[in-house]
């Protein structure tokens, strides 16, 4: 066989090899691209059938809220009113009178009154639950819990008989640390009561 | 015997590079591909993971329910207690 025969075998079987080499690694690539790509179609698979009822579920969650929604800003305009009603979410809540009463549209255009500037939540609930509340007692059939204009005459009620003073001559607050007039001495002072206080000693 | 000579130079120097080159870049291009795979696997594995407490939405559906009927209750207690706005 002549030289140049025996090269181009040697060169043909060299471009075999190659190929086989590489071609084998591409397959075992290839397979585990597709190892891969069935374990995430596995979680693919998982998510969609966990999500499936999410629609459903939050549908009807979101209709009950609706309609408890519903049924509390009724009832909160049936009994205070829209205008006071709108005051009061805009106490609670500052901003919300801008975005209204989802079912009464034109709550946006009400001006909302400073219900809490005048009285705090907790007295305005009393309010607004009963007409023997305090703030109320002065006229219990009224229609108007709430003076805006005179907002202290109305706090003032809650006082009948004046409000109270200042105690006189309470003694003043005792000066404490290592420099402080009088010193506590545990030996002496455990367990009896004080000889002496220090409003007196330090005044 | 020239002409052999002249293909075997063309297949050693031509030939086998080309195919080596070739093949090269498609087991590249596979390989690459592995470690995107990977990922993305792993990544539904976890998000089917976040899903698992799906199934707790039925509670609290149940639990809305429940609840919006408690404040329907009231609701309708105020509404006999206390007295409607005036003019309302």
């Given at each position: 066989m002549p030289a140049a025969g025996v090269v181009m075998i040697i060169a043909v079987v060299a471009i075999v090899a190659a190929a086989v080499f590489y071609l084998v690694s591409t397959i075992v690539a290839l397979r585990r691209i597709t190892a891969g790509l069935d374990e995430a179609i596995g979680g693919v698979v998982g998510i969609i059938e966990?999500?499936?009822?999410?629609?459903?579920v939050v549908n009807t969650i979101n209709e009950n809220l609706d309609a408890g929604v519903d049924l509390l800003e009724g009832l909160l305009v049936k009994k205070a009113g829209l205008s006071d009603a709108v005051g009061l979410i805009d106490g609670l809540y500052p901003g919300a009178a801008a975005q209204g009463l989802r079912n009464i549209p034109?709550?946006?255009?009400?001006?909302?009154?400073?219900?809490?500037?005048?009285?705090?939540?907790?007295?305005?609930?009393?309010?607004?639950?009963?007409?023997?509340?305090p703030i109320a007692a002065a006229s219990p059939n009224g229609p108007a819990l709430r003076d805006p204009v005179y907002g202290s005459k109305a706090s003032a009620a809650l006082y009948p008989e004046g409000r109270p003073g200042r105690v006189p001559n309470l003694p003043r607050s005792p000066v404490i640390g290592v420099d402080s007039p009088v010193q506590y001495d545990p030996d002496e002072e455990v367990g009896v009561p004080r000889k002496r206080m220090p409003a007196r000693q330090g005044s | 015997m020239t002409l052999e000579w002249i293909g075997d130079v063309i297949l050693l120097v031509v030939v086998l590079p080309v195919v080596i080159y070739l093949l090269h870049g498609v087991l590249t291009a596979?390989?690459?591909?592995?470690?995107?795979?990977?990922?993305?696997?792993?990544?539904?594995?976890?998000?089917?993971?976040?899903?698992?407490?799906?199934?707790?939405?039925?509670?609290?559906?149940?639990?809305?329910?429940?609840?919006?009927?408690?404040?329907?209750?009231?609701?309708?207690?105020?509404?006999v207690i206390l007295d409607d706005q005036q003019g309302a």
């Open positions: 966990k999500s499936a009822p999410v629609e459903e034109e709550s946006k255009d009400v001006k909302a009154p400073r219900i809490s500037e005048v009285y705090t939540r907790g007295t305005l609930t009393l309010a607004r639950l009963g007409r023997e509340a | 596979a390989n690459s591909i592995v470690p995107s795979v990977n990922r993305i696997a792993g990544a539904a594995q976890r998000g089917s993971a976040d899903l698992d407490a799906v199934p707790l939405l039925l509670h609290t559906q149940e639990q809305v329910i429940a609840t919006v009927g408690v404040v329907a209750d009231y609701g309708g207690s105020l509404d």
